[in-house]
């Protein structure tokens, strides 16, 4: 009919493209935002995974090694700490840095006890041990990818926007804090 | 660093500063230029396709014969269509049966985590890294060197490996050749290869039955009717159309082969790229390749169809061919020593 229906309805047609458009970016950012938070429990769940294993190797090494208390009790004691540890993120990483460090002094020993190295069960809980500790590297690696998306998703126009409307935060990286781990310990058992 | 030749060193470098050729190019722009030129070519393909669909139809019509303007135009049209249809029929079908085609080919058996918890670990590690679902994992028996990834989408892969490969190889040298396996199922390389060799295959038939039928009808007396029962003058754009199509079903096939062989090469270099990003050490990948140039014998279980999906061409004379310098268009894989080289140069 008259021009002002079709002004208006034409700005329907925009607004409700422009409402779809602004849905898409919400999703698009939503689901990076979940994929990161996965990520963030995959490590959770490899860290827990190596506690497990943890007993049943200070056990086999007791049956081969039992005067060597410092080396184990340096352990368990380790372990709990990583269990036990609080300070956050920081807190978490230097703790389980600290069991990473234990551990490898306790392989270490292996090499003076032939018989231990020989036996099956450690052999199996050496390459566990070691497969665990790649899993928890390559868990931190993807979260820290996943995160990074994220923020870039956020970050970008427009959908900053949109992000800023929802309040979607920055996440933090799975960093170490200390120089010193930085250097990526060589896991090397 | 080198590699620890004992049970386990894999290195983790949160944020090493890794480029790639030309410098500060980064992983995402590679995965991003790869998708775009993939795009383009499989664009490109399916116009041939559809171009060679249209052709027999025009070239059929024009030689049994005849017809005029409208006619020609409905049955180009119709050709275009017809082609269009059977690709998509053909290529869900490769889709959806391919990848167990494949394994059962390669004389493959899964096996489980107690049947070889390394191999098992190193799967289970790299998924861990890229964030995808673990791929089956299956072995052949086979003192070659070589290894292979299938799956339409990361949620139905399978990685599988010879007994040859494993036993040769380090902790680090099979993450890398995993990493590159299970890059190629991440970018769904898999996919685009079936569909592209359905295409290829489709064109190829095509261009074929074509011929045939062309030959036949020639020899039988069929033909060229008269094709004056429309209008006079329709007959020279006939021949010209004819002339058209003929070319096209003699080019076609081979720019097929062409398009579909540089886009395997394109994807064998990212699949590199994509190990190095979920390993971080590039070295192990380079190690792993160093020992699949030094192997001698060819693949038992490999066969043309599937070549282009095993981390280096299993096939006799290219096995002969690897020291090569040439490059020919007919590769599915880039030379070794290229590969190596770029892998290098990501070690700065």
């Given at each position: 009919m008259g021009p002002t229906l079709i002004v208006l309805i034409v700005l329907g047609v925009l607004a409700v493209l422009i409402i779809f458009w602004m849905i898409g970016m919400y999703n698009g950012i939503k689901r990076k935002q979940i994929g990161a938070d996965q990520a963030w429990s995959d490590i959770d769940v490899q860290l827990k995974r190596r506690y497990n294993l943890i007993p049943n190797l200070v056990e086999t090494v007791k049956g081969y090694a039992s005067h060597e208390r410092e080396t184990l009790e340096g352990v368990i004691k380790a372990r709990q700490q990583a269990i036990d540890a609080s300070g956050g993120v920081a807190g978490q990483a230097q703790a389980e840095n600290f069991l990473s460090g234990a551990l490898r002094q306790l392989f270490a020993l292996s090499e003076s006890y032939p018989d231990l190295k020989a036996n099956q069960n450690f052999g199996q809980l050496q390459e566990e041990l070691a497969s665990t500790e790649n899993k928890i590297g390559f868990a931190r690696q993807h979260y820290n990818r996943s995160a990074a998306q994220y923020n870039e998703a956020i970050a970008l126009f427009p959908a900053n926007m949109v992000a800023g409307m929802f309040n979607f935060k920055d996440m933090d990286y799975?960093?170490?804090?200390?120089t010193a781990q930085r250097e990526a310990p060589k896991v090397e058992f | 660093m080198t590699p620890n030749t004992g049970t386990s060193s894999v290195i983790h470098r949160e944020r090493e500063p890794v480029r790639a050729l030309p410098h500060n190019v980064t992983f995402n722009d590679l995965i991003r230029s790869n998708k775009r030129k993939s795009v383009l070519l499989m664009i490109g393909m399916s116009l041939l396709l559809v171009a060679v669909g249209a052709a027999v139809a025009a070239g059929l019509t024009v030689w049994g014969g005849g017809a005029d303007g409208a006619g020609l135009m409905i049955s180009v049209a119709v050709g275009a269509v017809v082609a269009a249809v059977v690709a998509v029929i053909a290529s869900t079908w490769s889709l959806y049966g391919g990848s167990s085609a494949v394994l059962r080919i390669a004389d493959a058996r899964e096996i489980e985590k107690k049947d070889d918890p390394q191999l098992f670990n190193v799967v289970e590690e790299l998924s861990i890294a890229a964030g995808t679902p673990m791929p089956k994992v299956y072995v052949m028996d086979d003192p070659g060197l070589n290894a292979f990834a299938t799956g339409r989408d990361p949620e139905h892969g399978a990685v599988a490996i010879t007994t040859g490969l494993r036993m040769a190889l380090s902790r680090d040298e099979l993450a890398g050749v995993m990493a590159h396996e299970i890059s190629h199922i991440r970018n769904y390389d898999i996919r685009f290869a079936m569909l592209m060799a359905t295409m290829v295959g489709m064109i190829v038939l095509a261009s074929d039955a074509f011929w045939r039928i062309m030959f036949y009808g020639s020899i039988t007396g069929?033909?060229?009717?008269?094709?004056?029962?429309?209008?006079?003058?329709?007959g020279a754009a006939q021949i010209i159309i004819l002339v058209i199509a003929l070319l096209l079903m003699i080019i076609a096939p081979t720019l097929a082969m062409i398009i579909r062989f540089a886009v395997s090469r394109q994807r064998e270099f990212l699949a590199d790229a994509g190990a190095v990003e979920l390993t971080r050490y590039p070295q192990g990948l380079i190690g792993a390749l160093e020992k699949l140039g030094g192997c001698k014998h060819p693949l038992q279980g490999g066969n043309r169809a599937t070549a282009h999906m095993y981390i280096v061409n299993p096939l006799k004379n290219a096995v002969k061919r690897q020291g090569h310098e040439r490059s020919s268009t007919?590769?599915?894989?880039?030379?070794l020593h290229d590969r190596i080289d770029r892998l290098r140069a990501l070690i700065e």
């Amino acid at each position: 009919m008259g021009p002002t229906l079709i002004v208006l309805i034409v700005l329907g047609v925009l607004a409700v493209l422009i409402i779809f458009w602004m849905i898409g970016m919400y999703n698009g950012i939503k689901r990076k935002q979940i994929g990161a938070d996965q990520a963030w429990s995959d490590i959770d769940v490899q860290l827990k995974r190596r506690y497990n294993l943890i007993p049943n190797l200070v056990e086999t090494v007791k049956g081969y090694a039992s005067h060597e208390r410092e080396t184990l009790e340096g352990v368990i004691k380790a372990r709990q700490q990583a269990i036990d540890a609080s300070g956050g993120v920081a807190g978490q990483a230097q703790a389980e840095n600290f069991l990473s460090g234990a551990l490898r002094q306790l392989f270490a020993l292996s090499e003076s006890y032939p018989d231990l190295k020989a036996n099956q069960n450690f052999g199996q809980l050496q390459e566990e041990l070691a497969s665990t500790e790649n899993k928890i590297g390559f868990a931190r690696q993807h979260y820290n990818r996943s995160a990074a998306q994220y923020n870039e998703a956020i970050a970008l126009f427009p959908a900053n926007m949109v992000a800023g409307m929802f309040n979607f935060k920055d996440m933090d990286y799975f960093e170490l804090e200390d120089t010193a781990q930085r250097e990526a310990p060589k896991v090397e058992f | 660093m080198t590699p620890n030749t004992g049970t386990s060193s894999v290195i983790h470098r949160e944020r090493e500063p890794v480029r790639a050729l030309p410098h500060n190019v980064t992983f995402n722009d590679l995965i991003r230029s790869n998708k775009r030129k993939s795009v383009l070519l499989m664009i490109g393909m399916s116009l041939l396709l559809v171009a060679v669909g249209a052709a027999v139809a025009a070239g059929l019509t024009v030689w049994g014969g005849g017809a005029d303007g409208a006619g020609l135009m409905i049955s180009v049209a119709v050709g275009a269509v017809v082609a269009a249809v059977v690709a998509v029929i053909a290529s869900t079908w490769s889709l959806y049966g391919g990848s167990s085609a494949v394994l059962r080919i390669a004389d493959a058996r899964e096996i489980e985590k107690k049947d070889d918890p390394q191999l098992f670990n190193v799967v289970e590690e790299l998924s861990i890294a890229a964030g995808t679902p673990m791929p089956k994992v299956y072995v052949m028996d086979d003192p070659g060197l070589n290894a292979f990834a299938t799956g339409r989408d990361p949620e139905h892969g399978a990685v599988a490996i010879t007994t040859g490969l494993r036993m040769a190889l380090s902790r680090d040298e099979l993450a890398g050749v995993m990493a590159h396996e299970i890059s190629h199922i991440r970018n769904y390389d898999i996919r685009f290869a079936m569909l592209m060799a359905t295409m290829v295959g489709m064109i190829v038939l095509a261009s074929d039955a074509f011929w045939r039928i062309m030959f036949y009808g020639s020899i039988t007396g069929h033909g060229r009717r008269s094709s004056r029962g429309g209008k006079d003058g329709g007959g020279a754009a006939q021949i010209i159309i004819l002339v058209i199509a003929l070319l096209l079903m003699i080019i076609a096939p081979t720019l097929a082969m062409i398009i579909r062989f540089a886009v395997s090469r394109q994807r064998e270099f990212l699949a590199d790229a994509g190990a190095v990003e979920l390993t971080r050490y590039p070295q192990g990948l380079i190690g792993a390749l160093e020992k699949l140039g030094g192997c001698k014998h060819p693949l038992q279980g490999g066969n043309r169809a599937t070549a282009h999906m095993y981390i280096v061409n299993p096939l006799k004379n290219a096995v002969k061919r690897q020291g090569h310098e040439r490059s020919s268009t007919f590769r599915t894989h880039p030379p070794l020593h290229d590969r190596i080289d770029r892998l290098r140069a990501l070690i700065e």
